[in-house]
Every structure is written in C-alpha cells, then in structure tokens.
C-alpha cells in the first residue's frame, strides 16, 4: 500500500498512546482546564465543540458578590484560552438587570456564531427566558433581538433550560412554564415565532400530573421535536417523560401514547435530565433512579432506550434500561449524555461519598452495557477539590470527550473542562481516482487507497449504465470484478466511446472487511470538451492524516474542506504551492479538499 510522507521541514506533533478513558495529558494541565471567572460563584452548564476544535463553554458567574452574569469562554484545542474572543476568552456579562442571568445550554451554528439560551430570574418568583447572539470574536450580535439579546417578559414564571436550532435557523426553547413542561419558538432573528403550537408556545397537557419539567431537546432530521424530562404524578412520584412534537408545534399523537412516553425505572423518584439521537432514530434519555434512603440516600446513574415511535427498545440493557453505580450504596447524579460515532453513550454528573462529591463519567456501549474499556470498570472519577459535579459532556470530531462542570472553593466555585481520551475508532477504506484524458476514445485512470484499504476494485461504466442499472448494482458489479487490487495502480483504457460520459467507479474494505464509500469520478472521452471532474494536479500528504496534512498544487489559490455531511468547515486563502493545514481537530473520518476551481481531492483524518 502505498505510504506518504511529511517532509521534516513540516513537522506535525506525535502523541502518546493513552487508553480509553486516560486524562487526556496534551489538554490543559494533566487533562484539566481549571479555572475561575470571578471571586465567588462561577459554574459551567454546558459544552460545545466547535468545527475547528475550539471548545465553547457557557454558564454563570457571580461577578460583584450579588449577582449572577451570563459567562461564555472559549478555549484553543489545547485548553488553552482563545485570545480573539471576548477578553482573553472569556465574556462575561449582564444581559438584564435581574438578579440571575444564566446561560443553561448552547448552539454552535454553521458559520461560528454562537446561541447560549436560558433564563433571567428576578430573585423572587418569576423568570423568563433569554437567549443571546455572540460572534465568534464573543461580541454580540446586533442584528439578532435587541442588540443581540432577546428577552422577553411577562407576568408568568417560565424557566428555560434546554435549547436546539432547527435547519432553517429557528430557536426552540424548553423548560417549564408555571412548572409545567413547555416550550417556545423563536424567529431565527429572536422573536417569538407565533406560528409554532399557540401563539409561539407549547404547553403539555398530562391529566394525572401535579408538576412537570422539561430538561432538554433534540430536533429529529424531520423537523419534529423531542422533549425529556420528568413529570410528578398525583401519588407525588416523578416518572421520566419524553414527548414529540410536530414541526408545527403540536403534540404528534402517532408517538407513544397519545404523543408522550411517561416511564418509571424503579419504586421511587426517577429523573430524565438529556436526551440524544442514535443515528438510526432511536432516543437515549439519561438521568438517575431512586434506589433507597436508608441508610443514606441512594440513586444509580440510568439511561433508557427508546424506539422511534416512542415503545421502549427492550433490547438495551435489561429490557431498555442501563444502570450504573460509581459509589456502592451512595447517590449517583446523571446530567446529561451524548452518543460518540461508534455508538458508545457517555453521560456525566457526578457521585456522592464521604460528604464529598466525584465527578463521574460512565460510558455504556450501544447494547446499553458497560464498556470496561473505558477507565476499568465503564467509570472514570474526578476529583480537584471539595464537592465537584459536572453538567455538560460533549464528544470532539476525533472521539475524545469534554466535560464541563464546577467545584466548590471556601468562598464559592470554580470552572472544570476535562477530556478524556476516546476509544480507538475503525477507519474507513477510501480510494482516490484521477483520470487524464488521452485522446477521444481512451483515458488513463490512477486509483490510490488510503492506509486503511486492505483491498479495493474499480473499473468503467458508461453514465447511461450505470443509471439503467441503479447505483447498488453498479457498485456490486465492481465488487464482482475478481480482480482485487491492493496497491496505487495505473490502467489505460482504450475503445472507448467519443462524446460519451463515463463513470470511474472505486471500492475498497478495511481490515474489518467493512466497504468504505464508493468513489465516482465522472468524465468525458473528448479531447477538447469537458475536463473530467477530478483532474487532480493537487496532492496530499499523508493520507490518512492524523495531527497535519500537506497540500501540495499548482494555482490553488482557495482551500475549502468539507465533511462527510457536506458542512465547510475550513476556507483559506493559499499564496504558495505548499500548505500545512493542522487536522488535529478535525473528526476521524472522510473530507472532501476543493481549490478555487473546483478541483477535489479526498482524503481521511484518522487519529491514532
């Protein structure tokens, strides 16, 4: 298989091997970004990672001794403070005058603006929700609200703790409402959206239940909208609830009974506190079950699976639960989950010992078991000072984890970000094609695998073809071709047809003998019409990368890269022939490089 190398006057870092779980010791200090904001209360509520590895944080600090302001930080890659935002990372301010200002979750949108979404809470009884804008530079948005603050008041107690974006740019916001579980729509520019349920609001409607809250959401690929949280029923238990909305803003009868899921784990109190969506539409909600109060008050960590029609998935765990305990006989606080690209369902929180708390991650692989590759036993505790928990987990592009969280100090709480090494990931086959036109019936075409391919196949077919036949049984022809390759390879074809379209069809397996994605190179066999699609005078080097990539070309002028879902996630300018580009932060996967011209080129990012 053929290798690339970097040239030494380019040098890329070379990482230690660390094991699934390890404190990742290239981040902050021995895996930790320990920091405060302001000499009393500061605490994260929510983490994001950012397309080029800048990790956001937002929360609350209680800036003067009275009251709490909106804080977000961002941090480089390395946990190291990102100087162009805010004031040396950090913005902190008061978007109202309220005694409480706090940032509850955030959104990262496609061009590097930021949502934080929450609640103001005048100290008394009311509250009412507020989302803020932010550039990527931390200043705030003037064309979004009122100058970059959309906060609106009104004689009732809504308290917003949960925040999701939809594709074309609205804002949903959940939480309670009178406490009872709601939600409101906004405009992408911060109005109330009073399209969305009743005049831009949801309120459920649950004929046995005293209370409700939701705890957070997740917009669907449809457009319909997931709540969880937890709902207390007449006998003053809470149950965990998960609803589904229709894009509108009505409940979606077809889901569950009635449009909801209402569910109890145990005899006692249990609590849904996040939900996540597996790739294949079925819901994770995370939180903890009651277990006991004697001798001491006692919860587990838990995680319950559901199918796409809201029936639980009784193939999770033991029949759709999975339950955990870091500490024996003590309570254990799940906050929120997030599902890695292998399937693997991290949750944070924390566990309660000696007087003393431990944040806590636990990692279930996707059967709703344990994964024992993570620390030792599926668990790993962190510990800096006195009473330390965590509300947020946030998974990078190469696998790793983030965690956000708080510990207390004599005189209040200070900010925690941890990440912890992810698991080691399969990486796909991927197989370049260049194809040089040599006269009106023939074409040279060179076939490259990347390191993961252990064996590929390509060949011609006619565009006509392959549209009579369909794309499966193409690719399945190719396949077929008993004609395995294993290494570059150059092939002259002759006889073809002038004026005619063809495709330049690739396939390979890796050693798990899973088939990468099919490369498709479409040209036309004439020498002075149409260039073939991917003529490719640019290279890269290595490929897979791991940390950095060089690209090397004539006349790029303009680099873009674009992910798997089509997302741009990197764009510069290029006044040489010769560029490093860091990939350090880039997701273990494939990426699709384009110059000003629309050449491509594709290559992987595989972390080791």
Known sequence: MKKLWIPLVFLCSMLHAQQHGDLDQTFGTNGIVNFSISDYYDMIYDVAVQSDGKIVTVGRARMDGTNYYMAVTSHNPDGSYDEIFGTNGIKVFQPTYNYGNFAMQVKLLDNGQILAGGYAYDGGNNSDPLIVKLNIDGSLEPSFGENGVSYITSSESITMEALDVQEDGKIILAGYINDVLGAIRYTADGQIDTGFGENGR??????????????????????????????????GIYDCIVT???????????????????????????????????????????????????????????????????????????NGFAMARYYEGEANYLSDIAIAPNGNIYGTGYATHDSNNAITIVCFNSEGILDTSFGETGMVGIEIGNNNEAEAVAIQPDGNIIVGGYYFTSNGSN??????????????????????????????????????????????????????????????????????????????????????????????????????????????TTINGIAPANEVDISLSPNPADDCILISGKDIKTLSIYDSNGRTIFKQNVTSGETGISTTSFKNGVYLLKSYDNRTKKFVVSHQ
């Not at 459920?204 to 809250?213: A, D, E, L, Q, R």
């Not at 509108?248 to 009974?257: A, K, L, M, N, Q």
């Open 415 to 524: 900010c925690i970000v941890a990440r912890l090494v992810g698991p080691e990931m399969t990486y796909p086959s991927i197989i370049d094609i260049a194809v040089t036109l040599l006269d009106e019936t023939s074409a040279a075409t060179t076939a490259t695998p990347n390191e993961a391919t252990t064996e590929y196949h390509y060949g011609l077919m006619t565009k006509e073809q392959f549209k009579e036949i369909g794309e499966e049984a193409a690719v399945e022809t190719i396949r077929n071709n008993n004609n395995p390759l294993y290494e570059e390879d150059t092939y002259t074809w002759i006889d073809l047809t002038p004026n005619t379209t063809y495709y330049a069809i690739a396939t390979g397996k890796n050693a798990d003998g899973v088939w990468g994605e099919t490369t498709l190179v479409e040209f036309i």
């Open 202 to 235: 949801f309120i459920i409607s649950t004929p046995n239940s005293i209370y409700s809250f939701a705890k957070d959401i997740a917009i669907l690929p449809d457009g319909k909208i997931i709540i969880t949280g937890i709902i207390m029923n007449s006998d």
């Open 244 to 318: 589904r909305l229709k894009e509108d803003g009505t409940i979606d009868e077809s889901f569950g009974d009635n449009g909801m899921t209402i569910i109890s784990a145990g005899d006692g109190h249990d609590f849904s506190c996040a939900v996540a969506i597996q790739s294949d539409g079925k819901i994770v909600i995370g939180g903890h079950m009651w277990i006991a109060n004697v001798p001491t008050l006692q919860y587990d960590f838990l995680a319950i699976r559901f199918n796409e029609n809201g029936s639980l998935d009784t193939e999770f765990g033991q």
